[in-house]
């Protein structure tokens, strides 16, 4: 007999095939809606949710570009490579864990609205709750430029110039964590925008 909570949730029987150590239950949800057109935003910089697993759905309306580019788990070595670029379908969903780094690729045309769910298990976080000294790895090499955050990373000005229309924003930049840089790292986090 499902719990009664989990009755409520459209998605958690996916969701539990997927990843069924973080969907083993869900007692607490964000839910919000984003939406991407000209003249508002285009896209939502590289990010993890806070959100054990995050069901994303597209609810409209037409539009070309808008892609959703994944890379890897944060504190992983490749937490920074690309890993896979998925095209919104309307009506379509795409489930994935919160810890997964991802961002909205600016949209060409049209707009996109998604419903996004970012969905708790708050037994597993308290047991899994990433700590950034002891759980973080050394990264594997230099970021694949599509995976860099413009918010949070601290190398991101050595390989891309500041996003247009973009106020300050950079002064919690915080990855990789000191100590976890890949070999060459160098003075990268000097804020200075490349040539
Ligand atoms: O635009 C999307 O499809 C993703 C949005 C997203 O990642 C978020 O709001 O956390
Ligand atoms: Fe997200």
């Not at 095939?17 to 869900?26: I, K, N």
């Amino acid at each position: 007999m499902p719990d009664a909570r989990e009755t409520h949730h459209p998605l958690s029987l996916e969701a539990k095939v997927l990843f069924p150590e973080q969907a083993s239950q869900f007692d607490d949800h964000h839910s919000f809606i984003v939406r991407y057109t000209a003249s508002e935003d285009l896209g939502l910089d590289m990010h993890t949710d806070d959100s054990d697993v995050t069901f994303n759905v597209c609810l409209g309306h037409e539009f070309t570009g808008a892609t959703l580019t994944f890379c890897g788990y944060m504190g992983a070595p490749n937490h920074r490579k690309a890993s896979h670029v998925y095209s919104h379908e309307v009506g379509r969903a795409v489930l994935h864990l919160g810890s997964r780094r991802h961002g909205a690729d600016d949209i060409a045309s049209g707009t996109r609205m998604n419903l996004i769910i970012w969905s708790h298990n708050k037994a597993w976080r308290r047991m899994h709750k990433l700590r950034l000294s002891e759980d973080y790895e050394k990264e594997e090499g230099p970021p694949d430029p599509v995976c860099l955050s413009y918010t949070h990373d601290r190398d991101y000005l050595a390989f891309k110039k500041k996003p247009v229309g973009r106020a300050a924003g950079r002064n919690r930049a915080w990855c990789p964590p000191k100590g976890m840089e890949y070999e060459g790292f160098g003075d990268k986090d000097k804020d200075e925008d490349i040539l």
